[in-house]
């Protein structure tokens, strides 16, 4: 990171707004090419599963990269924490499978380390990552690596919607490979929208959000709402209301919560609910409504003209038309803004976080996550 800087922007306001550009430049090119070539080789090996893996942020991009897989191309996949996976390997992890796994540096021990025990089991590896001429980079078979290198912030904005966006490219055309042609036209001609459409949404939001923010900054603890596909868009947003308000904020499953967790619930806390598209977009608009009923301040997001949008205190409309296996490439920018604008309210540094502060230094937290 670059120093520290005193005014808007920060490197990851410049970040944010220039992810569309980012997102767009898998549309096209070579990148589009190496996309397709590493879906020709998937095919061609036939597998019976995927396993899609990351840390942080990477394993967030992974939980909605498996739901993408599933559905998209039709192969059964699931989404590990890399170190849950290193640490207890499945028997059946072998040369049947397929390894998606998800870093932005390729720097870290356990990443390589998971390449090794997949590559001891015959699996073959594919790495979506930032950073070339790594170790991790040379150890996968096969990469698609992304062109702008090293992030001069530490928040996880383009890695993010990036690895999303490219995986589920990745498995439109394992669909068209695969036979399933109809389906996976449009499935294509949706995500190419989503870089536009991102595009606008942040030119909107950008104005808007320091007022939303003003209005969500008393809460002391923030719960993210969702389901399905969004689960990585609950849990990836509460990590950037924590890091931006420096209060506690986790993302639910929306019955999990009920079950549970709701009873925490009180005025003073905010529920951010995030009602895409699909099984569950009336049981989470419904769920908004008891949490304005105990006293809680309800942040809606839900696609423009829905039947949820009416159901918060304070509303954000996203993107309509949109199927809900692609959105979450879409519905982490509205948490971006506010993480962001947060951050200014509070006067914290939004490129650096909590990193600066002398107990965090002194914590051994960096040496801890040499062992992830």
């Known amino acids: 990171m670059n ?3 005193e005014e808007q922007p920060f490197h990851i ?38 396993f899609t893996a990351g840390t942080g942020s990477s394993y ?3 939980l909605s990269e498996a739901y993408g897989f599933s559905e998209i191309a039709g192969i059964p996949s699931s989404a590990f924490v890399t170190s849950e996976l290193r640490a207890y390997t499945p028997e059946e992890f072998s040369d049947d499978d397929i390894l998606l796994i998800n870093t932005h540096s390729g720097k870290s021990p356990g990443d390589v380390a998971m390449v090794k025990v997949a590559k ?17 980079a040379d150890e996968v ?31 439109i055309e394992c669909a068209k490979k695969q036979g399933s042609l109809y389906r996976a036209r449009e499935y294509e001609r949706q995500v190419t929208l989503i870089p536009g459409l991102m595009r606008k949404q942040l030119d909107d939001l950008d104005k808007t959000t320091p007022e939303i923010v003003k209005k969500l900054r008393t809460n002391t603890a923030y719960f993210v709402i969702s389901a399905g596909t969004n689960m990585s868009t609950a849990i990836e947003g509460a990590m950037g209301l924590t890091q931006g308000t ?21 005025s003073g806390r905010c529920v951010v609910t995030v009602a895409s598209p699909g099984p569950f977009h009336e049981k989470i608009w419904r769920f908004a409504d008891i949490a304005r009923n105990i006293g809680a301040a309800v942040l809606m997001l839900a696609p423009e003209g829905s039947d949820a949008i009416a159901h918060g205190d304070i509303r954000i409309e996203l993107p309509a038309g949109i199927d809900e296996v692609l959105t979450p490439a879409l519905y982490c920018a509205p948490f971006w803004l506010i993480g962001y604008y947060f951050s200014l309210e509070n006067g914290f540094n939004p490129d650096i976080l909590s990193m600066e502060k002398s107990e965090f230094k002194k914590s051994g937290l960096a040496e801890m996550k040499k062992y992830i």
Not at 149 to 170: C, D, H, V, W
Not at 248 to 262: R, T
């Open 13 to 50: 306001y410049e970040t944010i707004m220039d992810a569309p550009v980012k997102l767009q430049s898998w549309l096209e090119g070579e990148s589009l090419e190496r996309v397709r070539e590493v879906a020709e080789e998937i095919r061609k090996r036939k597998p019976k599963r995927i």
């Open 3 to 5: 120093g520290k800087r």
């Open 246 to 266: 420096g209060m506690p904020a986790a993302g639910y499953n929306v019955d999990e919560y009920m079950h549970g967790p709701v009873q925490s619930l009180k």
């Open 120 to 136: 001891d089991r015959g699996v073959f590896t594919v790495g979506i990552t930032d950073i070339g001429g790594t170790t991790f």
């Open 60 to 62: 967030m991009a992974a």
């Open 141 to 171: 078979d096969m990469l698609l690596i992304g062109k702008d290198g090293p992030k001069k912030e530490m928040p996880a904005t383009r890695t993010y919607s990036s690895a999303i966006f490219r995986t589920l490219l990745l498995a």
